[in-house]
């Protein structure tokens, strides 16, 4: 489990493809620190250290399901990673409660600075179904983007024209100068995409409120 809360935005140095999977290798401060099986957030995705050559890199492994419903798959040599080491059952959770678990992607289609700081619009398309059990986001609630925890601001949604049973949904995201220069957000531009997170107590609540 992890909090949302990034330590680092690492370099990819190799990437490796074996049969579905993707070996992603990959150089963090805080290599040292890893040993073999120990979960790791990647921009979101919760994998699991397979490889440690000793010389400042790790290696993680990604099979296809994660690939068809992430971003890592569009990874390559020199891109940034949020990372995230899961979380210390005597810390503090600072962002809000994230399985590492991916739902899907988003595309950002605007980017604007205000006074310093950044709004982020994002767009995903979603089932009805999967909107009615809690895969949406909600004003002032919370959605895991690339890993980051943030805050929904500005949510909306509309029939989606080519699939009466699906929705267009968008929403925006405040970034902080700190956090857009200790992630992968000083890298995000109209047209990049992130992977999504929705808030697991959403998705509770939703399935209890529809039993």
Not at 22 to 40: A, C, M, N, P, Y
Not at 51 to 68: F, K, M, N, Q, S
Not at 108 to 130: H, I, N, P
């Amino acid at each position: 489990m992890f909090s949302g809360i990034v330590e680092e935005a690492a370099e990819v140095v190799s990437l490796r493809k074996d049969e579905d999977n993707l070996h992603l290798t990959l150089k963090s401060s805080f290599t040292g620190e890893l040993r073999i099986d120990q979960s790791v957030s990647h921009n979101g995705v919760c994998l699991t250290v397979v490889d440690l050559p000793g010389d400042g890199t790790y290696t993680v492994t990604a099979i296809r399901e994660t690939l068809e419903c992430s971003n890592l798959g569009m990874l390559q040599p020199r891109s940034l990673v949020n990372l995230e080491r899961s979380m210390r059952i005597d810390g503090r959770l600072d962002g809000h409660i994230v399985q590492g678990h991916v739902d899907q992607t988003a595309v950002c289609t605007d980017l604007k600075e205000a006074d310093g700081s950044w709004y982020y619009t994002f767009q995903y398309r979603v089932s009805r179904a999967m909107a009615r059990r809690g895969y949406i986001t909600v004003d002032k609630g919370s959605v895991t983007v690339n890993g980051v925890s943030l805050t929904v601001c500005e949510p909306e949604e509309g029939a989606d024209p080519a699939d009466p049973e699906s929705l267009i949904c968008r929403f925006k995201v405040a970034i902080i100068p700190y956090t857009r220069a200790n992630t992968n957000f000083s890298q995000i531009v109209p047209g990049t995409v992130v992977n999504l997170e929705f808030d697991i107590l959403g998705k509770y609540l939703a399935r209890i409120a529809a039993l």
